[in-house]
């Protein structure tokens, strides 16, 4: 059995290559998400404290709540996608 290689009639291109952006979004998100629980959690140690109030805590947990649903909605659409193309038959 002999195998020879293939050789392409053109050069590869040389044009923009493809960039990272998509998972660089993707780590923002997670980083502002998990920023947010952060000070949700200070808010709370605050009140627990006596150094602040109920609506500061309840209004930094609603928005930590809110970015990591946000956070979790693109990871599952993201694995959704990546299902799909690797579903693909080419």
Do not use: C, K, W, Y
Request: net charge negative.
């Amino acid at each position: 059995m002999r195998v020879d290689l293939l050789v392409p009639d053109a050069p590869p291109p040389r044009g923009a290559q493809p960039s990272s952006a998509g998972a660089n979004a993707f780590a923002q998100l997670v980083d502002a998400a998990g920023s947010l629980l952060e000070r949700a959690d200070r808010a709370e140690a605050a009140f627990a404290a006596h150094r602040g109030g109920l609506q500061e805590m309840v209004v930094e947990r609603a928005r930590a709540d809110i970015a990591v649903q946000v956070a979790a909605t693109a990871a599952q659409r993201a694995a959704q996608s990546l299902a799909t193309l690797l579903g693909m038959q080419i």
